[in-house]
């Protein structure tokens, strides 16, 4: 029998761990460990997918072209340097296989989205982890880190599950300092809840080797049915239309993130429904005495004392049927990420902490 040997760096792969979705024993659960929208897609997405149904016989486009147009008017963006994938994860896959390869290195930093090291690994190439100051993205420890062999470094701004941001200067001063054959990511899951924020169109704009990734997962409440999109350079997006298969995106899948994406005023109502609540989570978790960095995502990142406590506050949680994402896999072994949820989510949260801390 020949030796069944896979590619090298495959077996270094730690395995993905998504957010806990049910709990034994509790026929109910207050999910907030995901970072999904508490209320769900635009209503017109739901109608758009349900549409779809009656042409599913047809194949779908391969060029997205009416999605990417969608997204080009609402975001100001030429559709031709737009790509779509199955959620963002997939454009991020374009990224790496096409520009990492074996003896190559991909920069992530200590608290980066964990899928970075998966896909550099699944290239062939090494994950190069950068220390942060502070659950923040150091431009200066990135830079001090780049060799010749450095192919990509990944950013996500904001970040998960830190919630924290790079200053736009920082950005602009790390695409400015990187060598050109460096491609730069700059992963804007979480853009729409950072205010005025364009995701890192402007970065794109000024600087050959900037790509951006955004998913219709978080702000568009659609990450039950995987779709992201990445801007870049005309000669960037060509290069990954290559790797690309030419049915990715189903009839579904694009008829729901059109609508999604159309409904501007259902976009920034969710926006504007995070930041409030958001607000009224962390100032309510400071308050009872646990430390929380001011988050620009849809969700907080809870700091207890010690990972001890972490724990006994996740499990004070789980009687209660409330699901939180414990963080011990990103070096935070002391915090809980909570996706911040509707006004009842976060109210019944802070109740439940604040009698696990005894404070009420
Ligand atoms: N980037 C970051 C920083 C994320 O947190 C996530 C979702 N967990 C993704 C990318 C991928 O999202 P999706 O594939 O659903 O678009």
Partial sequence: MPQIRPQPGIMEIALYVSGQSSLAGKAEVLKLSSNENPYGPSPKAQAAY???????????????AELRAAIGAVHGLDPDRIIC???????????????????????TTEHGFSMYPILAHAAGAVPVEVAETDRR??????????????????????????????????????????????ILVLDGAYAEFAGDYDGGVSLVEDFPNV????????????????????????????????????????LGQMAAAEAAVRDVEYTRWCAA?????RDFLRNGLVQ???ACDESFANFVLARFDTPDEAD??????????????????????????????????CRRILGV?????GVR
């Fill in 353 to 357: 902490l604040a009698a696990f801390k």
């Fill in 288 to 290: 009872m005495g646990i």
């Fill in 137 to 182: 993205v150091d431009v200066d420890k990135i830079l001090a880190a780049v060799t010749a062999r450095t192919k990509i470094v990944f950013i996500a701004n904001p970040a998960n599950p830190t919630g924290t941001m790079v200053p736009g200067a920082e950005l602009r001063r790390l695409a400015g300092a990187l060598p050109m054959g460096v």
């Fill in 312 to 345: 006994a506050a996740d499990a004070a949680l789980k009687e209660d049927g409330i699901l939180v994402r414990k963080v011990a896999g990103y070096k935070l072994p002391e915090c809980l990420r909570i996706t911040v949820g509707d006004e009842a989510a």
């Fill in 273 to 277: 429904e995070n930041a409030r609540w």
């Fill in 50 to 64: 349900a549409e779809a149904a009656a042409t599913l016989h047809r194949y779908p486009s391969t060029d997205h």
């Fill in 85 to 107: 994938g199955v959620g963002s994860d997939e454009v991020l896959q374009f990224i790496t296989q096409s520009f990492a390869g074996p003896g190559d290195e991909c920069i």
């Fill in 211 to 250: 790509v951006m990734t955004r998913t219709f997962s978080k702000i568009h409440g659609l990450g039950g049915l995987r779709i992201g999109w990445g801007y870049a350079r005309r000669e960037i997006i060509d290069v990954l239309n290559r790797v690309r298969q030419p049915f990715n995106l189903s």
